[in-house]
């Protein structure tokens, strides 16, 4: 166990941990976990604020997954200031952050993509589309490291912002088919005060980028009032959802959709009244964005 000014416990083993949380689970104690890749922000700190809400002592996992990372993306430059983190979530109630090594994570070596922990026939049609076309390793990534911080921190209540709705999805299913006990809490979307959703890669972004990026948002908003409208059409919304991104200068975009927020994939012949998801992506010079919205079909 390590100690940084906060006072705050910083552990890097299972045992550590455990040490802290079993004890207050023999009394009858539940306990919250916010695993992050560090880089905190305040939609971190929002979930981290659910936590402490919501259950009796909260860790907060910080660790930067080489899994999900693929070729010639940003492991090397992503941002990385454990004393700040760890100051964060002192300063929002955290019990105990989790920060362990890739050895501590992967002690028989990063595995490679065959032996990992891939999402069941459910979760592929999930981790497929979206993300799983634009980054393929990604989610089998997040589906190795999240089982194994589960199967650490044990019987939890895990927090997960909607902001990446796909790996909440498919965390979900992965939770159900693997029959875990940790029940898995959606939390919305923090943004800056002009709609762009909060992320540790807006720090890459310029000024004009910035002054772009929130585009995303706007397009989203729009695209979820046209759905309420009775006679809205998929490819039509979806047309003009790209047309409005892909009209910003600094933007290149990837993908937007209309989805069963169930399944990721189109709805079919949605009825007034469903509840759907708006999905975008779009490059911003060396910053890959996401963004979503729920809506509800006119």
Same mark, same amino acid.
């Given at each position: 166990?390590?100690?940084?000014?906060?006072?705050?416990?910083?552990?890097?083993?299972?045992?550590?941990? #455990?040490?802290?949380?079993?004890?207050?689970?023999?009394?009858?104690g539940?306990?919250?976990?916010?695993?992050?890749?560090?880089?905190?922000?305040?939609?971190?700190?929002?979930?981290?604020d659910?936590?402490?809400?919501?259950?009796?002592?909260?860790?907060?996992? +910080?660790?930067?997954?080489?899994l999900q990372?693929?070729?010639?993306?940003?492991?090397? #430059?992503?941002?990385?200031d454990?004393?700040?983190?760890v100051?964060? *979530?002192?300063?929002?109630?955290?019990?105990?952050?989790? @920060?362990?090594?890739?050895?501590?994570m992967?002690?028989?070596?990063?595995?490679?993509e065959?032996?990992?922990i891939?999402?069941?026939?459910?979760?592929?049609?999930?981790?497929?589309?979206?993300?799983g076309?634009?980054r393929?390793t990604?989610?089998?990534?997040?589906?190795?490291?999240?089982?194994?911080?589960f199967? +650490?921190?044990?019987? *939890?209540?895990?927090f997960?912002?909607?902001k990446?709705?796909?790996?909440?999805?498919?965390?979900?299913?992965?939770v &159900?088919?693997?029959?875990?006990?940790?029940?898995?809490?959606? *939390?919305?979307?923090?943004?800056?005060?002009?709609?762009?959703?909060?992320?540790?890669?807006n720090?890459?972004?310029?000024?004009?980028?910035?002054?772009?990026?929130?585009?995303?948002?706007?397009t989203?908003? @729009? &695209?979820? &009032?046209?759905?309420?409208?009775?006679?809205?059409?998929?490819? @039509?919304?979806?047309?003009?959802?790209?047309?409005? +991104?892909?009209?910003?200068?600094?933007?290149?975009l990837?993908? #937007?959709?209309?989805?069963?927020?169930?399944?990721?994939?189109?709805?079919?012949?949605?009825?007034?009244?469903d509840?759907?998801?708006?999905?975008?992506? *779009?490059?911003?010079?060396?910053?890959?964005?996401?963004?979503n919205v729920?809506?509800?079909?006119?």
């Open positions: 166990m390590t100690g940084l000014p906060t006072g705050l416990p910083v552990v890097t083993t299972a045992s550590d941990l #455990a040490a802290h949380l079993e004890p207050m689970r023999a009394g009858g539940t306990v919250g976990f916010v695993p992050t890749m560090g880089a905190l922000h305040d939609g971190h700190a929002s979930l981290v659910a936590s402490v809400a919501a259950t009796d002592a909260t860790v907060v996992s +910080i660790f930067v997954n080489p990372f693929g070729a010639g993306e940003d492991l090397d #430059a992503y941002p990385r454990l004393e700040a983190d100051a964060r *979530c002192a300063a929002h109630g955290a019990t105990v952050v989790f @920060a362990p090594t890739v050895d501590v992967y002690p028989d070596g990063e595995p490679s065959g032996g990992r891939l999402p069941g026939p459910v979760d592929m049609s999930l981790a497929g589309p979206l993300e076309r634009e393929p990604h989610f089998a990534g997040v589906a190795e490291v999240v089982a194994r911080l199967r +650490i921190v044990g019987p *939890c209540r895990a997960f912002g909607q990446d709705f796909q790996q909440l999805q498919v965390v979900r299913h992965l &159900a088919e693997m029959d875990l006990p940790v029940d898995v809490v959606g *939390c919305p979307t923090v943004r800056e005060p002009d709609g762009l959703a909060r992320s540790s890669r720090v890459y972004l310029t000024d004009d980028e910035r002054a772009a990026a929130p585009v995303l948002y706007r989203l908003q @729009a &695209a979820a &009032a046209s759905v309420a409208e009775p006679g809205w059409d998929r490819t @039509a919304v979806e047309a003009t959802m790209a047309a409005a +991104i892909s009209a910003e200068p600094t933007g290149h990837d993908y #937007a959709v209309v989805v069963d927020p169930a399944t990721l994939h189109p709805p079919e012949a949605p009825q007034p009244g509840e759907l998801r708006l999905l975008v992506a *779009c490059r911003f010079g060396k910053a890959r964005l996401i963004d729920g809506a509800v079909a006119g």
